[in-house]
T-cell receptor, first 115, second 112 residues
Framework: AQSVAQPEDQVNVAEGNPLTVKCTYS??????LFWYVQYPNRGLQFLLK??????LVKGSYGFEAEFNKSQTSFHLKKPSALVSDSALYFC?????????????FGQGTTLQVKP | EAQVTQNPRYLITVTGKKLTVTCSQN?????MSWYRQDPGLGLRQIYY???????DKGDVPEGYKVSRKEKRNFPLILESPSPNQTSLYFC???????????FGQGTRLTVV
């Protein structure tokens, strides 16, 4: 079955330190991978995506993510965290061969950046 | 301004009373979908539509209906709501499959 896992419910990091939010996936075909961020009382906002090509993808607000096919992972990273990065982050996957429009989300990881 | 507009934002209703949550987009996107968000479960897809008059079930379609009579609108219908449909609902749109999605602000529904 197709699935996405975010193994950490919460990640705590000090402002200025690097952050990583983990995501692993399981799909039968080649994946399309996405990261979204949700601020309180708001809808989800797109951060970045991997379709094909370079394994390191750069996105909005200084975030980047690394696609690792052998480890089936797509971890979200940022070199220097800001307090304003505190939010709920979702990894999502679609897969090339499905053509169904189904987007599968992980359960979400709360990022807490402390001053 | 590009927008996905959901209404209402908040709704409290009683079991069995039919309701509709509207979703409208001004980006001329072909692809629209509905999700529900529950704590610890992330977002789960209810229904999606790849174009006008084309809809299909997502992962949790039971108890819901949708229609896509026009490109810009994709209402979610609960014919007979039950308490287990208490959730936060999001409408999303995209240019096509496998592109980034644009989400509405969400509708918090409580069924008592």
């Amino acid at each position: 079955a197709q699935s996405v896992a975010q193994p950490e419910d919460q990640v705590n990091v000090a402002e200025g330190n690097p952050l990583t939010v983990k995501c692993t996936y399981s799909v039968s075909g080649n994946p399309y991978l996405f990261w979204y961020v949700q601020y309180p009382n708001r809808g989800l906002q797109f951060l970045l995506k991997y379709i094909t090509g370079d394994n390191l993808v750069k996105g909005s607000y200084g975030f980047e993510a690394e696609f690792n096919k052998s480890q089936t992972s797509f971890h979200l990273k940022k070199p220097s965290a800001l307090v304003s990065d505190s939010a709920l982050y979702f990894c999502a996957v679609d897969y090339v061969t499905s053509n169904t429009g189904k987007l599968i989300f992980g359960q979400g990881t709360t990022l807490q950046v402390k001053p | 301004e590009a927008q996905v507009t959901q209404n209402p934002r908040y709704l409290i209703t009683v079991t069995g009373k039919k309701l509709t949550v509207t979703c409208s987009q001004n980006m001329n996107h072909e692809y629209m979908s509905w999700y529900r968000q529950d704590p610890g479960l992330g977002l789960r897809q209810i229904y999606y539509s790849m174009n006008v008059e084309v809809t299909d079930k997502g992962d949790v379609p039971e108890g819901y209906k949708v229609s896509r009579k026009e490109k810009r609108n994709f209402p979610l219908i609960l014919e007979s709501p039950s308490p287990n449909q208490t959730s936060l609902y999001f409408c999303a749109t995209g240019e096509q499959l496998n592109t980034e999605a644009f989400f509405g602000q969400g509708t918090r529904l409580t069924v008592v």
